[in-house]
């Protein structure tokens, strides 16, 4: 029998005690053992739940609970979970989160905690809900130089941008369907601007390089200040427009960044739509590697977090696998010399000097302006030249 423990019975926490409910047997088979949850720690009453007596509002009756071996973090935030994943590491507990700005933030800690406690930190579901990501780069594709790691990682804002960009739905209707389907963080600002996206590739890229990528210097932006023009722009590029975590290592510096990206309809990434996600992974021996699947909700993040319980009943010592230590910033690449083409918004007044600066561009014309692709160059010289002409309206990046 393993005792199991879940701080913050929201959306995730409670899809975990469904998931080892529903899936007793299953997880008795795969496992060799009896998962139980025992305890489960929330501020809000659950008077009707059919367990009601293994909820606390004290956090101390899981940190000296000697019976319980693994701690499912699905509180989510930083301050109170924190303190709650430290104490119980030291304490010599196992933590599994869902929690991607905690394990962002605080991962290194962590794993040298787990480390010294010779017990686990996993983090599956923080990146890419019921998708394996982090186990495969830490153990399937170990054997490779993994160049490269980027996809759509926000079901959110996926599903607002297919709901534009297929149905011409508006951006405030979308979000709000997100919000009702439960897709969306509590506050959609995370989602929209791009926060959450730039948490989960500065972890799948700390996770590659095994060096912290600190997320709050990652260039990221999100997808409020898209207009309809720039669909119709897309269309007529014939992509469509991801918001993409990119990540790649390129003559030993590591580069991460979230924007929006016009993706080619020959990508694979193009066709992901709605809440799903997916991650492109590409090794110097695998090739390209592609996850797909629900990156948001319930059940699949709940499934993700419960394959980690699963992990730790198997294999109960820690695993330098999944780790990562302190920053580098000598080995990161400055988001200005990310070399990449742009497709470039302007005005018609502007259309003389762009060229004069660009050479010989090919213009599409939009509603308010024009539009050209930009020949590959790194984003620096790019700035410099749109500087030139007066700034463009806007720009964006093509998906490598
Ligand atoms: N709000 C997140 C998303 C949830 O939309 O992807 C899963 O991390």
């Known amino acids: 029998m393993k005792n199991i423990a879940i701080i913050g019975f929201g959306v995730v926490g409670s899809g975990v005690y469904e998931t080892i409910k529903t899936n007793k047997e299953i997880l008795k088979r795969n496992t060799g053992?009896?998962?139980?949850?025992?305890?489960?720690?929330?501020?809000?009453?659950?008077?009707?739940?059919?367990?009601?007596?293994?909820?606390?509002?004290?956090?101390?009756?899981?940190?000296?609970?000697?019976?319980?071996?693994?701690?499912?973090?699905?509180?989510?935030?930083?301050?109170?979970?924190?303190?709650?994943?430290?104490?119980?590491?030291?304490?010599?507990k196992s933590v599994v989160t869902s929690n991607k700005e905690l394990v962002a933030k605080h991962g290194e800690e962590f794993f040298k905690i787990a480390r010294e406690h010779n017990v686990r930190y996993l983090y599956e579901a923080s990146v890419g809900g019921a998708i394996p990501i982090i186990r495969p780069i830490a153990c399937d594709v170990a054997a490779n130089d993994?160049?490269?790691?980027?996809?759509?990682?926000?079901?959110?804002?996926?599903?607002?941008?297919?709901?534009?960009?297929?149905?011409?739905?508006?951006?405030?209707?979308?979000?709000?369907?997100?919000q009702e389907l439960g897709y969306a963080e509590k506050d959609p600002t995370a989602d929209v601007d791009g926060i959450d996206a730039c948490r989960k590739i500065s972890i799948l890229m700390s996770l590659v390089t095994h060096r912290k990528i600190d997320s709050e210097k990652v260039h990221t932006v999100g997808i409020r200040n898209l207009t309809t023009e720039d669909l119709t722009y897309a269309a007529a590029l014939d992509c469509k427009i991801k918001l993409i975590g990119c990540g790649?290592?390129?003559?030993?510096?590591?580069?991460?960044?979230?924007?929006?990206?016009?993706?080619?309809?020959?990508?694979?990434?193009?066709?992901?739509?709605?809440?799903?996600?997916?991650?492109?992974?590409?090794?110097?021996?695998?090739?390209?590697?592609?996850?797909?699947?629900?990156?948001?909700?319930?059940?699949?993040?709940?499934?993700?977090?419960?394959?980690?319980?699963?992990?730790?009943?198997?294999?109960?010592?820690?695993?330098?696998?999944?780790?990562?230590?302190?920053?580098?910033?000598?080995?990161?690449?400055?988001?200005e010399d990310i070399v990449a083409k742009f497709f470039v918004c302007i005005k018609e007044e502007q259309l003389e000097k762009a060229k004069k600066e660009f050479g010989d561009i090919e213009i599409i014309n939009g509603v308010t302006g024009l539009g050209f692709v930009a020949p590959k160059m790194s984003i620096k010289e790019l700035d410099e030249k749109l500087g030139a002409i007066g700034g463009a309206v806007s720009r964006l990046r093509f998906y490598r």
């Open 248 to 335: 790649f290592v390129e003559n030993g510096k590591v580069s991460a960044s979230v924007e929006p990206m016009l993706v080619p309809n020959n990508s694979p990434l193009s066709s992901v739509e709605d809440v799903f996600n997916a991650a492109i992974v590409k090794g110097n021996m695998a090739g390209t590697l592609m996850f797909y699947g629900r990156g948001a909700g319930m059940l699949p993040t709940a499934s993700a977090v419960v394959g980690d319980v699963v992990d730790i009943v198997r294999n109960p010592g820690y695993n330098s696998a999944y780790e990562w230590g302190e920053s580098a910033p000598e080995n990161e690449l400055a988001y």
């Open 146 to 178: 993994i160049v490269e790691v980027s996809g759509i990682l926000n079901g959110t804002t996926n599903y607002i941008l297919t709901k534009m960009f297929l149905e011409n739905d508006s951006y405030d209707n979308a979000l709000k369907t997100a």
């Open 33 to 92: 053992e009896e998962l139980r949850v025992v305890k489960v720690l929330d501020i809000r009453d659950f008077p009707d739940h059919e367990e009601k007596q293994i909820f606390t509002k004290d956090f101390n009756d899981l940190l000296n609970d000697e019976s319980i071996d693994i701690v499912v973090e699905t509180m989510g935030g930083v301050r109170f979970a924190y303190d709650y994943t430290k104490q119980l590491l030291e304490k010599g």
